[in-house]
């Protein structure tokens, strides 16, 4: 059975002195993947009285609930054309996402009218949530979703520091968003 590295001491330690030099409490995954409604980072925590590397995904709640809209309505148009892929798409040698087929207008309505029954139901409906994962491959995994308008530096600082200190307090109220409509074009 391998150890997981993110509750390896030598590892804590090596982690410790990285943030230690660059003066920040977290380390970014990849800098690059870094946007205003996600980001990706590494930071110190205790995890049943011992430390330990967590591993955080920390969005917005405005992307939560359109993941959520989006998956629900593909749910959807896969009970109805069981043929439908879905969002499948490959990575070319560039790294850009490329379709592996065109969908029909009948099926791109459905997914679209879908996704307008599920809004109007209130269906995509999300609220603030913390999700812990010890079971990761490294340290352990936090997928988070918080109600601010964007994730900054001051996002994830306070949310680290609120979840070191035992403080997260999540809003339990389930939010929607306005979708974009791509009308307007």
């Given at each position: 059975?391998?150890?997981?590295?993110g509750?390896?001491?030598?590892?804590?330690?090596?982690?410790?002195?990285?943030?230690?030099?660059?003066?920040?409490?977290?380390?970014?995954?990849?800098?690059?993947?870094?946007?205003?409604?996600?980001?990706?980072?590494?930071?110190?925590?205790?995890?049943?009285?011992k430390?330990?590397?967590?591993?955080?995904?920390?969005?917005?709640l405005?992307?939560?609930?359109e993941?959520?809209?989006?998956?629900?309505?593909?749910?959807?148009?896969?009970?109805?054309?069981?043929?439908y892929r879905?969002?499948?798409?490959?990575?070319?040698?560039?790294?850009?996402?490329?379709?592996?087929?065109?969908?029909?207008e009948e099926?791109?309505?459905?997914?679209?009218?879908?996704?307008?029954?599920?809004?109007?139901?209130?269906?995509?409906?999300?609220?603030?949530?913390?999700?812990?994962?010890?079971?990761?491959?490294?340290?352990?995994?936090?997928?988070?979703?918080?109600?601010?308008?964007?994730v900054t530096?001051?996002?994830?600082?306070?949310?680290?520091?609120?979840?070191?200190?035992?403080?997260v307090?999540?809003?339990?109220?389930?939010?929607?968003?306005?979708?974009?409509?791509d009308?307007?074009?």
């Open positions: 059975m391998q150890i997981n590295p509750y390896d001491p030598a590892e804590i330690a090596k982690f410790q002195e990285e943030l230690k030099l660059s003066g920040k409490i977290f380390k970014y995954v990849d800098e690059d993947e870094v946007s205003d409604e996600m980001a990706e980072f590494h930071f110190l925590g205790k995890q049943n009285g430390p330990v590397i967590f591993d955080c995904l920390l969005g917005t405005q992307l939560a609930y993941s959520n809209l989006l998956e629900m309505a593909e749910m959807k148009t896969k009970e109805k054309f069981p043929d879905g969002f499948d798409f490959e990575i070319d040698e560039k790294g850009n996402a490329i379709s592996s087929g065109e969908e029909s099926i791109e309505a459905y997914k679209a009218y879908a996704m307008y029954e599920i809004e109007e139901a209130g269906e995509a409906n999300v609220a603030e949530s913390v999700e812990l994962d010890e079971s990761f491959d490294y340290g352990v995994g936090l997928e988070v979703y918080l109600n601010v308008l964007e530096e001051t996002t994830v600082i306070k949310f680290i520091n609120d979840f070191n200190e035992g403080k307090e999540l809003d339990p109220v389930r939010y929607s968003f306005e979708s974009d409509d009308d307007d074009d």
